[in-house]
């Protein structure tokens, strides 16, 4: 991980929130956060520990599946070291899928490209009904807000891109013939803007495709699988909205479900484009634009959402350092070096079977 880069990404994150705040009035945005009830806020952060539960027994549901066995305090660490990371890279929401990949076959054993499998399978079932909410969120803005027309086709445009990705990955999934073709091209587009060898790399990806698939096909032709995890997954998904929704009422503020739902839902599918690290500075200021055209005083618009991140955001990040001590600090380096090492010895082994087939 490049950490230098990592800093400056996110320094530049907080100066554009900073900037926002100095410009709504830092005094009358202290006022507000006086005024919140600590009652509520605590209230809010026990909510986003049962989320974090639940997005732990959503990996868990997937990977006892595939007979991967682990144990529920280190699945539960490794699910907050991922999204700590996920916060903290410029990556979409993605960068800390490798890790619990890593973390998850270096304590069960299980190979990687099986555990990557489930580490994916539970992206996908909880991005179904993540888009699914997303569509009724901008039908509803559009129709009760009045949002100027480069916002509502900015958001309609966000989310046609979303749905049209989401489409892509779930075919790269369980295509393998279009897999190959498309990992070829990017491998092909890389080599012209870097002098890198990239043979390697290009190699390893290709061989961890087939395992990948063959476990992914399976979880999504399982039922069972499938429902309960999306289940889980909207569960989490609802409770984060609540957990907004009681944010504001620790500002005495009444604030419709409907409207905290859209808000959260289209500010959390803006922050999933790779831009600054957990979307600093972008998803704080849609969520505080889109409170304040709802007619909720900027100040207030401006609290809530400060102490809504801090619980979301850098409280779950700071949770998820905080793992570092127990998988090692060099764990994020070891991802890479891991990935090749295990490809090499699973090259080796089969080379040895075919050698006893024949």
């Not at 994916?120 to 129709?143: R, S, V």
């Not at 445009?157 to 990017?186: D, E, H, P, Q, T």
């Not at 690290?277 to 709802?294: F, H, K, Q, R, T």
Request: net charge neutral; with cysteine; charged share 15%.
């Amino acid at each position: 991980m490049n950490y230098k880069r990592v800093f400056a990404l996110l320094s530049l994150g907080i100066v554009i929130l900073a900037i926002m705040i100095y410009f709504i009035g830092p005094g009358e945005i202290l006022k507000a956060l006086e005024t919140a009830d600590p009652f509520y806020v605590i209230v809010a952060i026990i909510i986003q520990m049962v989320v974090l539960f639940l997005l732990t027994a959503c990996w868990g549901v997937v990977a006892s599946s595939l007979d991967i066995k682990y144990k529920k305090i280190p699945l539960f660490a490794m699910e907050l070291l991922g999204l700590s990371v996920n916060n903290l890279t410029p990556s979409g929401r993605a960068g800390g899928e490798p890790v619990r990949a890593y973390l998850l076959s270096k304590y069960s054993g299980a190979p990687f490209k099986k555990t990557f499998a489930t580490v994916m399978g539970d992206k996908l079932f909880d991005t179904f009904p993540f888009a699914a909410l997303a569509i009724i969120a901008i039908i509803y803005l559009i129709f009760t807000i009045k949002l100027s027309f480069t916002v509502t086709a900015s958001l309609i445009g966000v989310l046609i891109l979303f749905v049209l990705l989401l489409g892509f990955i779930i075919y790269i999934c369980i295509n393998k013939s279009f897999a190959v073709r498309s990992i070829k091209w990017i491998f092909r587009q890389a080599r012209k803007i870097t002098k890198r060898d990239l043979d390697d790399y290009e190699k390893t990806t290709l061989e961890q495709v087939a395992g990948f698939q063959d476990s992914l096909r399976y979880l999504m032709a399982n039922k069972r699988v499938f429902f309960l995890a999306v289940l889980i997954s909207c569960g989490a998904w609802l409770l984060e909205v609540v957990r907004v929704y009681v944010v504001f009422l620790a500002f005495g503020t009444d604030v419709s479900v409907g409207l905290i739902a859209s808000v959260f839902l289209i500010s959390t599918l803006v922050g999933m484009i790779p831009t600054l690290p957990g979307g600093v500075g972008a998803i704080d200021g849609i969520m505080i634009l889109v409170y304040s055209v709802a007619g909720i005083p900027s100040f207030i618009s401006t609290a809530a959402t400060l102490i809504e991140r801090l619980i979301s955001y850098w409280l779950v990040s700071l949770m998820g350092l905080a793992t570092l001590p127990y998988f090692g600090t060099g764990v994020l380096d070891e991802v890479s070096i891991s990935e090749s090492e295990q490809t090499e010895e699973e090259l080796y082994e089969e080379q040895l079977d075919d050698k006893e087939k024949t």
